[in-house]
Structure formats: structure tokens, C-alpha cells
């Protein structure tokens, strides 16, 4: 305890020995007190320190836990403290600060061109998509909506027989995009779109990642929220007018056993109730998070009629 205090009192220390253990500490203690708030992937301060350790030291929580009492050069220490002060100054979310987050397993650049990738379909990909497709059988993929191209550039690098093209209507979306096709050394198809508008092909499979926040929950959200693109984030119609046009148009770019999976995350119940009619299969997770759901394009056309009188009504 004596410790914990003289480091938490003391930001820069130079004649002590810090592990990385004291560095963790006092990060989550700082992170801890700067009334921020939690999202984007992460629960609490400290996840938001660890995202901090992984950054500064190029290692994986694994090897961060099982090298705690490692020594920490000042420089070090000194950026991982910087890291955590910025946070607290700018409450930009600690990706955006770090300018770096990990998706399924591997790190992309970040910053606020597009969301945070957060998207729980990091682990389907991860469990290669077990009990929801047939990956093998999978040769063509489009991840719509793409944003910082975390998802569909994940499936480009498990699945490198899968050819994999990604959509955004963003054009500063689609460059950092760009950026981390190039940083995760894939190939993959940009295409600028809004929704199908500019898509030309049939796919065995579409991922999406939509914007699906109501207006009036965009305006309840913590600052952090609001320095990412709105764009990105808030759909007319209470945040479904985006998912349900790609239900809508899914099945002309779905080839005849094409599978749409999508994510409306906690609009989910609202969907439910907006279409009682519809018997939607959603996606159970280990790691947290809600909201995805699978379809055939066989049940996306039968269901085409209500998906046309709900876009009708707005
Ligand atoms: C929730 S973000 C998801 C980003 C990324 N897929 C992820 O999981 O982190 C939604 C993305 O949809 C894009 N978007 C919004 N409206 C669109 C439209 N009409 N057509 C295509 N993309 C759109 C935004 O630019 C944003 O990048």
C-alpha cells in the first residue's frame, strides 16, 4: 500500500525501480479518477490502462500479466503516463489517443476518420464462424459499412482464399481503410457507396456493421460518442432505416446460398417488435456484446414485403 501511494503520489520517478506492475497501477489510478467514460470495447479504467501497457510495451495482455515485475525505463513510463493524461484532457476515446486498437486479434490504426471498431463480430470471425456458416464454402465476401475496414479486412487476413471487397460512403472512412489494408498487407476491393449503390457483384456473404442509433439516443450519449462521425452511428426511422434497407437490398448481391449477417446491436429488441412477423437468429457471444443476427437470402425474400412497407412509412 506504502508503494501504491508513493506512485500514485510521485508520476515520475527516476531512482526507484518501477516494474511494469507499478506502471499499471498508477495508470489505473489516474484513469480511474478522470470521471471518463467506459465504451468503445472496454468496461473500465482498467481495460483502459491495459490498452495503455499494450501500446507502450508491443505486447499482449498474456505476456503484460506474466512479466509484471519486469523494470520500466523512464521513457517508458513517461509515455504511458502521457497516453493516460491526454485521455483525461481531450476525453477522446483511448484508441483515438493510442491511435492504434486491436480487432479479432490483430492491430489496426485508428483515428477519428471512423468509428472505434468495437464490432462483436470479431469473435465469430475469430471462431471462424462456427455453428453460423460454412466459412470453406465462402469465396466471396463484402463487408458493408466498413469503416476503418476492421471486419472485412479480418476476414481477408484468416481467410486468405476468400476474396473480399469493403464499402463505405465515407470517403475519410475508405482512406483509413486504405491505411490498414496496407498495414495488415491484404488484398482487398474499396469501393465508395452509399449502401449497394455502387456494388456491382454477388457475394456468398455480406457482413455489416451499420449505423443503427436513433437520433434521440445519439443525443444521450458521453461526449466520447460524439468524436467519432456521426455518420457513422445514427440512422433515421429510430436507428433502423439503415439495417432494414439492407435487408431490403441484401438479396440482389447475395449469391442464391448467400448469407447477410447483421448488426443492430441494442436496436435489436426494437426490431423484434417493429417485425413480430419475423423469426430473427441471433447470435449468442462469450465475450460480450448483442444484436447480430444471420439470414439466408432465402428469408430475406420472403420477408421482402414488410421491409418495403417500413422504409414506405418513414
Ligand atoms: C457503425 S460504423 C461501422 C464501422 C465498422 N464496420 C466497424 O464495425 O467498426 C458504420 C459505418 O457505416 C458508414 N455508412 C453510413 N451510412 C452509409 C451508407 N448510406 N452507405 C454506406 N456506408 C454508410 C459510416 O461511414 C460508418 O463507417
Known amino acids: 500500500m506504502a508503494l501504491y501511494v508513493f506512485l500514485v503520489n510521485n508520476p515520475i520517478v527516476t531512482s526507484e525501480i518501477v516494474t511494469k506492475e507499478h506502471v499499471f497501477i498508477q495508470l489505473h489510478q489516474l484513469l480511474s479518477d478522470g470521471k471518463l467514460f467506459h465504451g468503445h470495447g472496454v468496461i473500465d479504467a482498467?481495460?483502459?490502462?491495459?490498452?495503455?501497457?499494450?501500446?507502450?510495451?508491443?505486447q499482449s495482455v498474456e505476456e503484460i500479466l506474466s512479466s509484471g515485475s519486469s523494470p520500466v525505463a523512464v521513457l517508458e513510463?513517461?509515455?504511458?503516463?502521457?497516453?493516460?493524461?491526454?485521455?483525461?484532457?481531450?476525453?477522446?476515446?483511448?484508441?483515438?489517443?493510442?491511435?492504434?486498437?486491436?480487432?479479432?486479434g490483430l492491430a489496426f490504426i485508428i483515428d477519428n476518420r471512423a468509428l472505434v471498431p468495437r464490432s462483436p463480430i470479431a469473435e465469430l470471425i475469430l471462431n471462424k464462424f462456427k455453428n453460423i456458416i460454412e466459412i470453406e464454402k465462402v469465396d466471396t465476401a463484402l463487408d458493408l459499412c466498413t469503416g476503418s475496414g476492421c471486419i472485412g479486412i479480418s476476414v481477408a487476413k484468416y481467410f486468405q482464399e476468400i476474396q473480399c471487397d469493403i464499402a463505405d460512403i465515407s470517403s475519410?472512412?475508405?482512406?483509413?481503410?486504405?491505411?490498414?489494408?496496407?498495414?495488415?498487407?491484404?488484398?482487398?476491393?474499396?469501393?465508395?457507396?452509399?449502401?449497394?449503390?455502387?456494388?456491382v457483384k454477388s457475394?456468398?456473404?455480406?457482413?455489416?456493421n451499420p449505423p443503427y442509433v436513433s437520433n434521440d439516443e445519439y443525443n444521450e450519449l458521453p461526449f466520447e460518442y460524439k468524436c467519432e462521425p456521426k455518420l457513422g452511428?445514427?440512422?433515421?426511422?429510430?436507428?433502423?432505416k439503415i439495417p432494414v434497407q439492407i435487408m431490403q437490398d441484401a438479396p440482389r448481391y447475395l449469391t442464391e446460398s448467400g448469407t447477410l449477417i447483421l448488426?443492430?446491436?441494442?436496436?435489436?429488441?426494437?426490431?423484434?417488435?417493429?417485425?413480430?412477423?419475423?423469426?430473427?437468429?441471433?447470435?449468442?457471444?462469450?465475450?460480450?456484446?448483442?444484436?447480430?443476427?444471420?439470414?439466408t437470402r432465402k428469408i430475406l425474400l420472403e420477408y421482402q414485403h414488410y421491409f418495403k412497407e417500413f422504409l414506405e412509412s418513414d
Open 233 to 240: 452511428l445514427v440512422a433515421e426511422q429510430d436507428g433502423l
Open 203 to 208: 457475394y456468398d456473404l455480406i457482413i455489416s
Open 46 to 58: 482498467e481495460d483502459e490502462a491495459m490498452m495503455i501497457m499494450m501500446t507502450v510495451f508491443h
Open 77 to 104: 513510463r513517461k509515455k504511458a503516463i502521457e497516453f493516460a493524461q491526454q485521455r483525461i484532457a481531450t476525453c477522446q476515446p483511448m484508441a483515438y489517443v493510442l491511435g492504434v486498437v486491436n480487432f479479432a
Open 263 to 295: 448488426e443492430v446491436g441494442y436496436s435489436d429488441e426494437l426490431l423484434d417488435s417493429v417485425f413480430p412477423q419475423i423469426p430473427f437468429q441471433w447470435i449468442e457471444f462469450s465475450n460480450g456484446g448483442q444484436g447480430v443476427c444471420v439470414f
Open 172 to 199: 475519410e472512412a475508405l482512406s483509413l481503410a486504405t491505411d490498414n489494408i496496407k498495414k495488415q498487407n491484404v488484398k482487398i476491393s474499396v469501393i465508395k457507396s452509399d449502401l449497394f449503390q455502387n456494388v
